[in-house]
């Protein structure tokens, strides 16, 4: 089938386990499970651990991808098939380097260890005749820069481009610099400067925070409509922490009637009572002689509530400030005492008020001040920008008035982040002055910490102290939009915090495995990867659009386009990113057309923008891409990598498949562009923790890695236009590489350890593989080809294991003969009738285990993505399935809804003869029908199957043969509990096996059913 090209070791093999199990470590090894850490231990000989620095580090991305698999993911796109295993383990810098690098960090992460160069330089000169500076790998939607590191560390020709202009400074921090500036001292010089920052921040700043305080928390003031008294709203009280370390946990609150004020300390007795926010959205005044209630949150008809009341009158305070230069007075002061509340400070493991401590309030107010009477120098750090419209993540903000994106901020954190943003322009200033780009990449280094200070410093970042996980919750964190809670946190003092931020003694003592997250120990890591690497400037990254590529890049240029886009129901990148943006272009204003101008290929968007470029950004805003956004820009996208791509190219695209929507947009698009999949590969990239709340629900962990080359296709002859589907099913080219393909799947499938979940995606994508090696037949669709594709597969996996059901594993075993015979049967079931394909599917997921077709002692619940997608691209989507309840919806504790596929408990539901005759019009039903018949008519097997004949003399012989098969099945691997026996005639059947205990019984009762239903086999 290939044309010239040569075929790579992608297509054929890949270090799956070793991969997989280094990328869960270098994700989120805090959430692998024992099992998992043995397995980790039994390949490298290492622990799993992480205590090295992590890209992640430099600055927060959202979904950035192990560079583990990013390396392996390059380098096996580049390398040869006939490319010897151990040999591609070693140039990656696994194998036996993996021990040497566990003495390093006390980590076997690959991420800390060097690709051996000479193999890969011999690699790629043997085998592809050429120099490994010369092959160009592209990540077209950078992120945050995994992909393009690990491509520059294995010597590629590097090329990133990012959309949105907080990545793009972040590839350039986290490769660019590191690979071109490493040798001429990027490290020495932004570790001098970065200590210089702090010098001078603790000069700026340090007066406005306790000396000795670590965290404050706030908490936003109220005062009782009623009475006048303030009340601050928390949910601190009375626990700050329930995390046990801690001294001092409790918070006492006391209020003074006569003065209408509160005292706060802070103690280690336990205190039970008085959560103000007890009931919910409602706060009892807690002043005696009040006591009266009032709204909290939620709708208020006449007016707004207490909540929403203090965002405006904290914006007003903040605006007046600000923009309209206000003196401050003690009114002023006061004010802003009882809007922002400082409860506790915390200092080491022990909470104590600062609100009943007057030099805590008098730094705190001293702050106000600052702000104003240096508002003329800091006018150009202050971000002064409107929140736009367009950004949906900051929508509640704009929705409590909070127009413009300083007011996100308190006058202390205002002051800080201004001062801050100041330091560092003046020091890129400086820095570019002497250095020109150089410079501007050390003052780059210090404006990323300066965004870890914002994001851990807003009115919305918040305090995790309700759980045992205790700490403050950064204000980007998880939800679709910008969270506020009762109360939020300031970190540290901010001397402190950039100590963190940054971590200079730890980077400069050279002991990296002791960082907490700062800049700096990254910063030295990556130097030290690229000093004397010969790299240098062999890395491009460009503030471009991965729709337009051809603007960017030659046609028929790159070697290979690695690439992890968005898809559905992911983060929009702009709007976060906006948060940053607004601080990063005024502390960066010296040095921005630095940084830009080199990389800049966006046609309407300059640095200047005070708003990230959103048009052509590939997401989609909505589950089902209503406005056909994503599916538009995701076609365009594709198109344009084929254009660059030359003709014995590969792309690997990084395919996180929830939606059956997703998976047709991708498959299109591949398909349209000219792609040929051979391989699809399940890789682990993201936190294997994200479902873990869900107990017992199977749900995707893994992305899909989909291989693309530029393969001639195959012609399908005898393909006829009346009816594609049922020609291309019997189509023996077709069905060859359909068993040729799933075979090789299903080694994978054992080989990568997939959930069933992932075991469905893998089916999918083997679809895609084998419908994109055809050329379209005539009349046919792309669709139509894809619908085939996944049919037969289906079909073609399912067979095997329920042959395997029925002669092993199954509780009633068989001969081979009978066993083979009711196999092939339901799997022509599945070829021809989408409601048996879509609902035997999730039944066996839910009730088998996949690798070894053993019967689950409890069955899955199923993943709401999981049963829409098995459901819509099987051709019986979950309406349908729920219409003839083939499946139920439960609540699963409080985390979620899971689905369970039906069989005997159908029967059980209300609805008498009319719900049995609708059954009646799908397969699985008329199978349940029989099956339950088979259990409960009277007599041996023949005559059970006489009756059963009888009564459902409407069905032809080979239907009533296909839906027993179905019946055999179900039985076969379902648990004795839900027989059914028990729920309707329980009398009537220990009748016919008196003396037997429930599991005879079953056992008795299953068997001989399925004699009666084999009898109904033809
Ligand atoms: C899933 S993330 C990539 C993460 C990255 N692989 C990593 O490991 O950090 C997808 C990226 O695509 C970018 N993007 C979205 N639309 C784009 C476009 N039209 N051109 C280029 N990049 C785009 C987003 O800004 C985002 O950073």
């Known amino acids: 089938m290939p044309n010239d090209s040569v075929n790579r070791l992608i297509e054929s093999v890949l270090p799956l386990r070793e991969i997989n199990l280094d990328a869960i470590v270098e994700v989120g090894f805090k959430g692998l499970d024992k099992e998992k850490r043995q397995e980790y231990f039994k390949v490298f000989n290492v622990k799993p651990m992480v205590v090295g620095p992590r890209l992640r580090n430099l600055h927060t991305w959202f979904a950035r991808r192990p560079c583990s698999t990013a390396r392996a993911l390059t380098l096996s796109a580049v390398a040869r098939s006939e490319l010897a295993y151990d040999v591609f383990l070693e140039a990656l810098g696994s194998g036996k380097s993996i021990s040497s690098v566990g003495r390093k960090f006390g980590s076997g992460l690959l991420f800390y260890a060097k690709p051996n160069k000479t193999i890969v330089r ?69 570790l001098k400067a970065s200590k210089e920052f702090i010098q001078k921040a603790r000069e700026e700043l340090g007066r406005y925070y306790g000396e000795d305080a670590e965290n404050y928390i706030f908490a936003r003031g109220v005062k009782c409509p009623f009475c006048g008294g303030l009340i601050p709203i928390q949910g601190v009280e009375p626990a700050i922490t329930k995390a046990p370390r801690f001294k001092k946990r409790f918070l006492k609150l006391t209020y003074d009637k006569e003065k209408r004020l509160f005292s706060a300390e802070t103690t280690d007795k336990a205190i039970s009572s008085g959560t103000i926010a007890k009931r919910g959205n409602n706060i009892k005044c807690p002043y005696e002689g009040c006591g009266k209630w009032f709204q909290l949150r939620g709708q208020m008809k006449d007016g707004t509530t207490a909540f929403d009341q203090w965002f405006s009158e904290h914006a007003r305070l903040m605006e007046n400030i600000v923009e309209g230069f206000t003196p401050i007075t003690s009114e002023i002061e006061e004010k802003l005492l009882s809007l922002h509340i400082p409860l506790v400070k915390q200092v080491g493991n022990s909470f104590y008020t600062a609100w009943d401590d007057e030099s805590e309030r008098k730094k705190f107010t001293s702050s106000l001040h600052a702000l104003s009477n240096e508002l003329f120098d800091l006018q150009n750090f202050i971000p002064l920008d409107e929140i736009s419209a367009e950004n949906v993540w900051a929508s509640t903000a704009r929705a409590k008035g909070l127009s413009k994106w300083y007011m996100l901020y308190n006058p202390r954190q205002l002051l800080a982040i201004a001062k801050l943003s100041k330091i560092v322009a003046e020091t890129a200033e400086k820095l570019a002055s002497k250095n020109g780009e150089f410079g501007a990449a050390t003052a780059l280094y210090l404006a990323l910490a300066l965004d870890k200070i914002i994001d851990y410093n807003t009115i919305a970042t918040h305090w995790q102290g309700t759980g045992f996980k205790t700490g403050i919750a950064h204000t980007l964190r998880g939800e679709s939009t910008l969270d506020f809670r009762k109360e939020y946190c300031e970190i540290k003092r901010v001397d402190e915090a950039l100590m963190w931020a940054l971590e200079p003694n730890i980077a400069e003592s050279g002991s990296l495995a002791k960082t907490t997250g700062g800049v700096l120990p990254v910063l030295r890591f990556l130097c030290d990867e690229f000093r004397n690497s010969g790299v240098g400037n062999n890395v491009d990254v460009y503030s471009g659009d991965a729709t337009q590529l051809s603007t960017i890049l030659q046609p028929n240029s790159v070697d290979v386009i690695n690439v992890d886009p968005p898809y559905f129901e992911q983060v929009i990148y702009s709007d976060r990113s906006e948060f940053f943006w607004v601080v990063l272009r005024r502390a960066l204003a010296p040095v921005l057309e630095l940084l830009f101008k080199p990389g800049l290929k966006l046609s309407n968007w300059s640095w200047t923008n005070p708003t990230v470029p959103r048009d052509r950004e590939v997401v989609a805003y909505d589950k089902e891409d209503s406005e056909g956004r994503f599916s538009r820009f995701f076609n365009e996208f594709i198109k344009e990598t084929s254009k660059v791509l030359k003709e014995d190219g590969v792309l690997t695209l990084w395919f996180t498949h929830p939606t059956a929507q997703a998976w047709r947009v991708v498959s299109e698009s591949l398909y349209q562009h000219g792609y040929v999949v051979p391989k699809v590969w399940p890789l682990q990239t993201e936190m294997p923790t994200r479902y873990k709340k869900h107990v017992n629900i199977v749900a995707q962990e893994m992305s899909l890695v989909i291989v693309g080359r530029k393969y001639h296709r195959q012609k399908l002859l005898e393909v006829s236009p009346q009816d594609i589907r049922g020609s291309l099913i019997e189509n023996p080219l077709f069905t060859k590489t359909v068993e040729e393909t799933v075979e090789s799947t299903r080694k994978i499938i054992v080989e990568s350890n997939a959930s069933p979940a992932d075991t469905a995606a893998l089916m999918f994508g083997t679809a895609l593989s084998v419908a994109s090696r055809f050329e379209l037949p005539i009349g046919a669709t792309f669709q139509d080809l894809y619908d085939a594709a996944i049919t037969t597969v289906v079909s073609r996996y399912t067979e095997p294991l329920i042959y395997k059901i029925l002669t092993e594993t199954g509780p009633v075993k068989m001969d081979e003969a009978t066993a083979q015979k009711i196999a092939k049967n339901i799997a022509q079931g599945m070829l021809w009738d989408p409601a048996t394909r879509s609902y035997l599917t999730l039944w066996l997921i839910s009730r088998v285990d996949l690798a070894t077709a053993k019967i689950r002692q409890e069955p899955l619940g199923l993943h709401f993505d999981l049963v829409q997608t098995v459901g819509k691209l099987c051709g019986f989507g979950i309406e349908n399935l729920k219409h003839y309840s083939l499946i139920t919806e439960k609540t699963i504790n409080k985390t979620g809804k899971a689905y369970h596929p039906q069989f005997l408990e159908m029967l059980t539901l209300p609805g008498g003869q009319t719900y049995l005759d609708r059954l009646m019009e799908v397969a699985p039903g008329n199978a349940t029908i029989i099956a339950r018949m088979a259990m409960t008519e009277s007599g041996d097997p023949t005559a059970r199957a006489k009756t059963i004949k009888a009564k459902m003399s409407m069905h032809s012989d080979r239907e009533l043969s296909s839906n027993a098969a179905l019946a055999i099945i179900l039985l076969e691997t379902t648990r004795n509990q839900d027989l059914g026996y028990r729920i309707t005639d329980k009398t009537k059947i220990t009748g016919y096996f008196p003396g037997m205990d429930e599991s005879e019984i079953a056992k008795h009762i299953r068997e001989l059913a399925i004699k009666t239903l084999t009898q109904l086999i033809f």
Do not use: W
């Not at 990133?160 to 793009?168: G, I, L, M, R, S």
């Not at 921090?173 to 001292?185: C, H, I, M, Q, R």
């Open 122 to 190: 011999q690699v790629v000169s043997e085998n592809l005749s050429k120099q490994t500076s010369d092959i160009l790998v592209l990540d077209p939607m950078a992120g945050g820069g995994s992909i393009p590191l690990e491509a520059a560390r294995l010597g590629f020709r590097t090329v990133a481009v990012e959309y949105n202009p907080v990545a793009y400074l972040i590839v350039k921090a986290s490769v660019e610099f590191p690979a071109k500036y490493a040798d001429g001292g990027l490290f020495e010089e932004t």
